[in-house]
């Protein structure tokens, strides 16, 4: 499974971005997805993630009721709504997918997007 990430960018704070993954090989209705994040010297932080037919999905407690993750199984797309960005949002965004559902632990994941550069500024 190739997974790539798209949509990043520089915003001002309070402002909003969709990211964007799309999935190549595998077979995409069995795959569990997820963002994560990672700040430079900082250990990889989970934002969202989702499982196969997008009725279990989960958020880190930093991000919970600002982003939303969703798929669609038809493109083989995931996508990372992110609204009212704030400065520590920054960050390098990696999608990731696993079989069925991985959940917020990145050891779950075996397959990793190159990540898209996320700046928020004030």
């Known amino acids: 499974v190739q997974l790539q990430a798209s949509g990043g960018g520089l915003v001002q704070t309070g402002g909003s971005l969709r990211l964007s993954c799309i999935a190549s090989?595998?077979?995409?209705?069995?795959?569990?997805l997820g963002w994560f994040r990672q700040v430079p010297g900082k250990e990889r932080e989970a934002v969202a993630a989702?499982?196969?037919?997008?009725?279990?999905?989960v958020y880190s407690d930093s991000v919970k009721d600002r982003f939303t993750i969703s798929r669609d199984n038809s493109k083989k797309m995931v996508y990372l709504q992110m609204n009212s960005l704030k400065s520590e949002d920054t960050a390098v965004y990696y999608c990731?997918?696993?079989?069925?559902?991985?959940?917020?632990?990145?050891?779950?994941?075996?397959?990793w997007g190159q990540g898209t550069l996320v700046t928020v500024s004030s």
């Open positions: 990731a997918a696993t079989p069925l559902y991985g959940g917020l632990d990145h050891e779950r994941y075996y397959h």
């Open positions: 090989g595998g077979t995409f209705n069995n795959l569990g």
């Open positions: 989702i499982n196969r037919f997008g009725g279990n999905i």
